[in-house]
């Protein structure tokens, strides 16, 4: 019987959800991480606005009926050894707790189709 | 460094102006989103949970995934248990570190129109398309009898016989059964299963019998009335007669088959059998080791061992013996819920199998056993079993396969 003990982090933290429809992916073709993803602007009604690449997209703001927990591969804070002085077993050791490393009870959706931004470029000389 | 925020805020402000968006209709500071260099769908996993449940877990209670190799895993909190399931999106969700969505935090630009964007880098830890769904199910306790039958309490003169690896403390169980500590505990109390030095057991059977025996011979000598049978004389009575029944199997057994209560006359404690529990006791005993019996021979005799003031009625058998009437003579045998699977579908299986048609008022004992609420009920058996109406009008059902 394997056992996978989740609780809260001291600290955890309220996080926020960006979805979107489809998925996202880089100019470059480099993978998201370490990549900026846009600006995020509120208007004075509370829509938030995201402009991504040459896209800009509408969304609302939308309190979860159902939350969710961000769960993370905990590594534990107590001591690496039970109780008893021994290496830790497998159901012990760290690969099974999970930390509650932050609450999401907010989401931003942005489900209308992305309008194109289109520049044009006046010719000051 | 000075200068490449200076430039960011001049592209928010530029890309805010190719996008068409005045000024003047917007908020700030506007929050630029970036994927920390170690963002991936891999580093979290979004578990989705009712407000209930997501206040325990803030107030530090913890969760626990069960399974063995063999089990589907469930969630369980202190007093409940979820099945988990996987759910795809095809929508991104993107996971924020910290984000400003109520528009009472931000302020409108002063109007003056040199005035600098203000700007917050804020980080994306990840992002995913799957979260983890949660349904409340009916405990996985089937392995708790299993667990608790291994080594049924016979009785002190036989305890030396006694397998201690078979016997079980409550953090035992709990990491051994796929539910929730509350649930195993009210499970323990069900299957009237008393804790001795510390290691939940059961009594087996035809200890209980031998006990229940003792117990009944006294208050039938004493004249007593069985819904009020007063505890410490009858321990003391069983323990002169240099019978062997510890007074804690004495009140146990008092405890599973009626209640204890203090009488306000003259301030002893009392112990209420109940005529439900005690009828069932007998019919157990009559039916158990038996295939079939005749019923209304069966009926016969269950009622002659009733003590006095205790009248059984065929009522109580629901959900512990079955009667078939087709047969000739009639017979009825034991047939007890928790011996069945809590599978609901194996569960159905075997019901169907035993009989081919069940009254409303006769399934539904077979049926509450696996269900979370009575409102289940009814919907488990619409979806498990097919309504016709027999040649008198009443209600059957039956299995909605075809009989192999």
């Given amino acids: 019987m394997v056992q ?44 938030p606005l995201l402009i991504i690449g040459h896209h800009i997209l509408y969304g609302k703001v939308v309190s979860l009926e159902k939350p969710f927990a961000v769960l993370v591969k905990g590594i534990s804070n107590e001591n690496n050894k039970s109780k008893n002085g021994n290496e830790l077993n497998d159901e012990d050791s760290a690969e099974n707790r999970y930390n509650i490393q932050a609450v999401i009870k907010t989401k931003l959706v942005f489900t209308t189709r992305p309008k194109p931004i289109i520049i044009h470029v006046s010719k000051k000389s | 460094m000075e200068m490449t925020e200076e430039i960011q805020k001049d592209d928010v402000r530029l890309r805010a102006e190719f996008a068409k968006l005045d000024r003047s209709g917007l908020l700030q500071p506007v929050q630029l989103l970036k994927f920390d260099e170690e963002a991936s769908d891999q580093n979290v996993m979004l578990l989705q949970m009712d407000k209930k449940m997501l206040e325990k877990v803030e107030a530090g209670e913890e969760l626990i995934i069960r399974g063995g190799s063999d089990d589907a895993a469930v969630l369980c909190t202190e007093d409940a248990t979820y099945d988990l399931k996987k759910a795809m999106s095809s929508n991104t969700m993107i996971l924020l570190e910290k984000c400003i969505t109520n528009k009472d935090d931000l302020h409108p630009y002063s109007g003056d129109d ?97 006990c229940m025996g003792q117990i009944f011979q006294v208050i039938e000598s004493e004249s007593w009335n069985c819904g009020k049978v007063p505890v410490v004389q009858l321990c003391e009575i069983i323990n002169d007669s240099g019978e062997l029944v510890p007074s804690f199997v004495v009140k146990h057994l008092l405890s599973s088959y009626g209640t204890e209560f203090k009488s306000e006359d003259d301030g002893l404690i009392y112990a209420k059998l109940d005529e439900c529990k005690v009828s069932r006791f007998f019919a157990e005993m ?36 079955l009667t078939d009437t087709t047969s000739q003579p009639p017979s009825i045998k034991l047939f007890k819920s928790e011996d069945l699977s809590i599978d609901v579908e194996q569960r159905f299986d075997a019901l169907f199998h035993a009989k081919e048609k069940w009254e409303f008022g006769e399934i539904v004992p077979y049926i509450k056993d696996v269900c979370l609420d009575e409102l289940s009920v009814t919907s488990t058996l619409t979806k498990h079993a097919r309504a016709s109406t027999g040649k008198d009008g009443t209600k059957l059902f039956s299995s909605r396969k075809p009989l192999t």
């Avoid at chain 1, 960006?18 to 073709?29: K, N, W």
């Avoid at chain 2, 009916?138 to 006694?162: F, S, V």
């Avoid at chain 2, 039916?287 to 003031?309: C, N, R």
Wanted: with cysteine.
């Fill in chain 2, 114 to 210: 040199t005035e600098e964007t203000e700007t917050i880098h804020r980080h994306a830890f990840g992002w995913s398309f799957t979260y983890m769904e949660l349904k409340q199910i009916y405990p996985r306790i089937t392995r708790l009898l299993t667990l608790l039958k291994r080594c049924p309490y016979m009785g002190p003169e036989h305890e030396h016989e006694a397998d201690p690896t078979k016997m079980y403390t409550l953090t035992e169980l709990i990491n051994i059964i796929q539910a929730s500590e509350s649930e195993v505990m009210q499970f323990l109390i069900k299957f009237n299963s008393c804790c001795i030095n510390g290691r939940w057991r059961l009594f087996d059977f035809g200890y209980i019998v031998e």
């Fill in chain 1, 4 to 47: 996978i003990v989740i609780k809260k982090r001291s600290d955890t933290e309220e996080w926020t959800i960006i979805e979107m429809q489809g998925e996202l992916q880089s100019r470059y073709a480099n993978g998201l991480a370490g990549n900026n993803i846009g600006d995020l602007h509120f208007n004075k009604n509370g829509v």
């Fill in chain 2, 286 to 321: 009559l039916l158990k080791d038996i295939g079939k019996f005749h019923l209304s021979e069966f009926i016969e005799v269950w009622k002659e061992s009733m003590p006095a003031g205790m009248v059984a009625d065929e009522g109580h058998l629901k959900g512990l013996a």
